[in-house]
């Protein structure tokens, strides 16, 4: 049985301290929506150059246009099946192979790996998800399938709470090498190596297939998630002088390694990884503005939702816009935060969907700091004082917690919209909209505002969930050891 963490993770203050959001916070807002409504779009106040001469490119891929890696060289790359679905997520099923994430058992949370996405040619709607054990139990230990995606959260949605065996409590000592043996009879062993791996895995990076002897990758994962060519990610404070605050984003044109040398397994303050784009920020604007060709079209789309869904706290600019900051900069691996996700992907995983087609708008900042007041990776790691460990496979960044056998290979991931329901990325956003306004009117027939998603959501918002996981807190360490883990 997974290693269930029935103590909610604590907030924690802002960056550099790990930001521990469990769900947006519930500040009022009272301004107003002006009464003009139209479809807003998107604007970079640089203009943005060879748009139009890109060759075409199968539907829902994402090329950037200025990238060191030629389009045919992405485009017959082993992943690129894998990379344009990840580029893509359908409505609120944005979880990635091989990522780390939280999940749902019961009334309780543990921490595991995915190890499947859901597929139409497999008939599955849920991930199938290994948890994280140790390396007492690890190898006979079986994965969870059909987990909706409601019932996982980013890793960087939370932060991990403090481990309960002070013996397993040694930063200094690798995952393999602690006393599992001696503290095989302590109740508490699994949730603490599973926190403890977990923390690991956030202070790791794996390169992902190899382009040109340039030494271009096709992605990375960074800590607990997977990044892209083409992706869009989230940048720490120091990363560069135009980051100035959570609402910068860099949509990622190349990543390189220009320090291939380095020594699988060992620690090292940097990373020697480096990616390349575009910086971009979200700012109000009077007037509405064109859409930048050059931003992905799930951040697009994204921000189309939060205009019609949200109500503006500045009602004489109530636009928003995406400014390019800062064009074909490099960023160093260590400095990304982690993946961007869609607001309204995570907005409705956190509360559900009936509080996104309310008729009275969601606060802004509500909205933003669903995903803006996330943690940031390596953080959990202390990665920043311990170094990041280069693995050559993803698999080695969780060994000793998962199967042996268990390996996280390309495979081909299809869209689950041919299963009956439809999703954000499968429709227009102006679809999307019309779609709201009738279900405000009173049209209950339609599809909500992202599309279905064929799975039953969670009766209770996030902050009844949480509420029931801190009463189920001051029972937790009283349970027998039978009770969570069966028979250790």
């Given at each position: 049985m997974p290693a269930e963490l029935s103590i909610p993770p604590k907030p924690a203050s802002p960056a550099p301290i790990r930001e521990a959001m469990i769900g947006p916070n519930n500040n009022g807002v009272t301004s107003k929506r002006p009464s003009a409504d139209p479809i807003r779009r998107v604007a970079a106040t640089v203009a943005q150059p060879h748009a139009s001469s890109q060759p075409s490119k199968p539907p829902g891929s994402f090329i950037p246009a200025q990238t060191a890696v030629s389009e045919n060289v992405l485009l017959s790359s082993n992943t690129h099946r894998e990379r344009d679905n990840d580029l893509s997520p359908l409505g609120i099923n944005i979880?990635?192979?091989?990522?780390?994430?939280?999940?749902?058992?019961?009334?309780?949370?543990?921490?595991?790996?995915?190890?499947?996405?859901?597929?139409?040619?497999?008939?599955?709607?849920?991930?199938?998800?290994?948890?994280?054990?140790?390396?007492?139990?690890?190898?006979?230990?079986?994965?969870?399938?059909?987990?909706?995606?409601?019932?996982?959260?980013?890793?960087?949605?939370?932060?991990?709470?403090?481990?309960?065996?002070?013996?397993?409590?040694?930063?200094?000592?690798?995952?393999?090498?602690?006393?599992?043996?001696?503290?095989?009879?302590?109740?508490?062993?699994?949730?603490?190596?599973?926190?403890?791996?977990?923390?690991?895995?956030?202070?790791?990076?794996?390169?992902?297939?190899?382009?040109?002897?340039?030494?271009?990758?096709?992605?990375?994962?960074?800590?607990?998630?997977?990044?892209?060519?083409?992706?869009?990610?989230?940048?720490?404070?120091?990363?560069?002088?135009?980051?100035?605050?959570?609402?910068?984003?860099l949509v990622v044109s190349s990543i390189q390694d220009l320090a291939p040398g380095?020594?699988?397994?060992?620690?090292?303050?940097?990373?020697?990884?480096?990616l390349s784009g575009d910086i971009y920020r979200l700012v109000s604007h009077k007037q509405q503005m064109?859409?930048?060709?050059?931003?992905?079209?799930?951040?697009?789309?994204?921000?189309?939702?939060?205009?019609?869904?949200?109500?503006?706290?500045?009602?004489?600019?109530?636009?928003?816009?995406?400014?390019?900051?800062?064009?074909?900069?490099?960023?160093?691996?260590?400095?990304?935060?982690?993946?961007?996700?869609?607001?309204?992907?995570l907005y409705?995983?956190?509360?559900?969907?009936?509080?996104?087609?309310?008729?009275?708008?969601?606060?802004?900042?509500?909205?933003d700091e669903t995903g803006s007041k996330m943690n940031e990776m390596g953080s959990g790691g202390n990665a920043a004082t311990q170094g990041w460990r280069r693995h050559d496979q993803r698999h080695d960044a969780f060994t000793m917690s998962i199967p042996a056998t268990i390996r996280f290979s390309p495979q081909e991931q299809h869209s689950i919209s041919n299963i009956g329901s439809e999703h954000i990325g499968s429709r227009s956003i102006e679809t999307e909209l019309q779609t709201l306004d009738l279900q405000r009117h009173g049209q209950n027939n339609v599809v909500d505002l992202t599309g279905g998603d064929g799975l039953e959501f969670l009766d209770n918002d996030e902050d009844d969930l949480m509420r029931k996981m801190r009463e189920d807190a001051a029972s937790f360490l009283h349970e027998d050891a039978d009770d969570f883990y069966g028979g250790l």
């Open positions: 979880y990635r192979l091989g990522e780390q994430v939280w999940f749902q058992t019961g009334p309780h949370w543990a921490l595991g790996v995915v190890l499947d996405t859901p597929s139409a040619s497999k008939g599955t709607q849920g991930y199938r998800i290994h948890p994280l054990n140790s390396p007492l139990i690890c190898q006979t230990t079986r994965s969870q399938s059909e987990v909706p995606a409601q019932q996982l959260r980013p890793w960087v949605a939370w932060s991990t709470p403090p481990l309960t065996n002070g013996n397993l409590d040694n930063t200094g000592t690798d995952y393999a090498n602690l006393p599992w043996h001696q503290e095989r009879r302590s109740q508490s062993i699994e949730v603490d190596a599973s926190i403890i791996k977990s923390r690991d895995v956030d202070a790791s990076y794996t390169l992902i297939e190899k382009l040109t002897e340039q030494n271009y990758y096709a992605g990375v994962y960074l800590g607990a998630e997977k990044l892209w060519v083409g992706d869009t990610v989230r940048l720490k404070s120091g990363a560069h002088p135009a980051v100035q605050s959570t609402h910068e984003i380095s020594r699988l397994g060992a620690r090292s303050r940097d990373t020697g990884v480096f064109p859409t930048p060709h050059m931003l992905p079209n799930v951040v697009a789309q994204d921000l189309e939702v939060r205009m019609k869904v949200t109500l503006s706290p500045n009602p004489a600019a109530p636009y928003w816009t995406y400014t390019l900051l800062a064009h074909g900069i490099s960023i160093k691996l260590e400095d990304v935060k982690g993946r961007w996700y869609p607001s309204v992907s409705r995983i956190f509360n559900g969907d009936a509080k996104i087609k309310s008729s009275n708008g969601i606060n802004q900042q509500e909205w």
